[in-house]
């Protein structure tokens, strides 16, 4: 059990001279936060980018569960579990939220080549789709046009797609990203129990919710995994302190 | 209800009554008119899923259209020569019956689908319409330099192709063909639209990185879309062929994609009637201005322009505006 549910090796990416991943290596374990944190252009949606599957690493290797995944596309690797949301929120605007969550449910149930049955009308589908949606608290505006949500229901509708991938993997690219204090922290419960089904890669510069959250952290700099460990060891890293926190923390 | 139903129900019931009455009135010519507009609107519905729900702007339809019109008219002057069109591998004669006509339409449609869109669905946006553009315009010259058929000229087919049971030389025998083929493509897309690769299909259009992201092939999807687009395209090219009894590489021309393009943002983009209420509307322009003056096309643009900049939802998305605010 003590084997990585994901494990990068040595990814390397460069756009020309600009190194955006030098040699990465890093490990998601079961029932983890694992929070990726670094300045602005440090690389971390990069980084997410290669493992969910839009962006090719020069090098290296990404592993699920043990298997090679590297060579897999987005949407194949989004079947084998490996859920993403989007730093900027990535929805089907004209749809209604019932309806993005359905492409979901059918996205990963594979049978996406179904001309006559109505979706619409699929209940055990909707089922699926009515679970993910009141987990995340959004089981009111089901029918409501995407377009008419707030930025953060826009948010909490990104991790409910997420859910319905029956995720081995959540790549969170900064959930809380415009959020305010309090749907943040409204927000935090619920990443406390989608832990122990799937474990979390954090990207967030909440620096209070990673904090908070997190039972580990990585620092990203310039590409570079400058460190990796508790919440204690960050705090207390010279190099991090001066290359990312600053005074404050 | 909601008004686009009752709008919908109301088109349908229009193209029923129109060709009905012409019957009683003896006027063959206006029934003649409803069948182009069956027509034309049957290639449109077939642009509407690859340009409506899929967001694929293909700019050469007509290439699926012309070949519809070309296989037709092969097989039939094939039959009418009484020369196989190939003796190997196997024996493959020419036919005046439409189900047969209409079966290898099919299967060259899906094929010519296969074949632009494996090339065409690498690129996206202003490439894809470039591409889409361009395999038109290689059939359509490849048409021109083709002597066999015709040429520049075009073939005429003599006699209207047979359909088993019907009398296709009668006016309303020939609309009923067309009007049900119509209906078939509207029902499949109606169901089409609210299905798992409907909602996958116009999901991928707002948002192909969403679509992926949850497991969907969008590629493939889109792949999928565009060869069930040409199916249709491709039909309404072998009806239209046997509306006139003579085909030209005219069938093929952007001129004609950018009709069909025509009725379905008159219309209304992605709206299952669209296609119907912009052919309709096309041909009663073209009836009505057509004879007051030759340059009735710029009516036509100004009217586009308009549907552009004001009415996006085209025709029916006007009509059906208070829908919007009731959901």
Known sequence: MNNPVLRLENIQKSFGALVASDNI????????????????????????????????????????????ISKAGLSQRARLGLARTF????????????????????????????FFRNALKDQDNITQANTALSRVGLLEVAQKPVSTLSHGQRRQLEIAIALTLKPKVLLLDEPMAGLGGSGSKALMPLLETLKSEAPILLVEHDMDAVFALADRISVLVYGKLIATGSVAEIRANREVRTAYLGDEA | MKRETMINAALLLAMIAVPLWAYYAGKPFTITLATKVAILALAGVGLNIALGIGGLVSFGHAAFFGLGGYTMGILA?????????????????????MLMIWGVTILVSALAGLIIGLLALRTSGVYFIMLSLAFGQMLYYFA???????????????VRNGFPGLNTLDPIQFFAICFALLLLALFFTHRLMNSPFGLALNAA???PLRAATVGVGVFRLRLVALIISAIITGLAGALYADLNRFISPTMLSW?????????????????????????????????VLGPISEYWHIYLGAMLLLVVLFARGGIIGSLAKRDAAHE
């Open chain 2, 255 to 287: 001129q004609t994609s950018g009709e069909i393009m025509v009725f379905v943002i008159l219309g209304g983009v992605g709206r299952l009637m669209g296609p119907l209420a912009g052919a309709a509307l096309f041909i009663i322009l073209e009836q």
């Open chain 2, 144 to 158: 021109i330099s083709w002597p066999a058929y015709g040429g520049e000229d075009g073939l005429s087919i003599y």
């Open chain 2, 205 to 207: 259009r707002q948002s």
């Open chain 1, 87 to 114: 730093q900027i929120s990535e929805l089907a605007l004209e749809d209604s939220v019932l309806q993005n969550v359905l492409l979901g449910v059918i996205g990963a149930s594979g049978r996406v080549f179904r």
């Open chain 2, 77 to 97: 002057s094939h039959a009418q020569s009484y020369s196989p069109l190939f003796n190997w591998p196997f024996l493959f004669e020419g036919s005046q019956n």
């Open chain 1, 25 to 68: 290596s890093l490990d998601l374990r079961a029932g983890e936060i694992h929070a990726l944190i670094g300045p602005n252009g440090a690389g971390k949606s990069t980084l997410i980018q290669q493992i969910a599957g839009s962006l090719a690493p020069d090098h290296g290797r990404i592993s699920l569960l043990g298997q090679d």
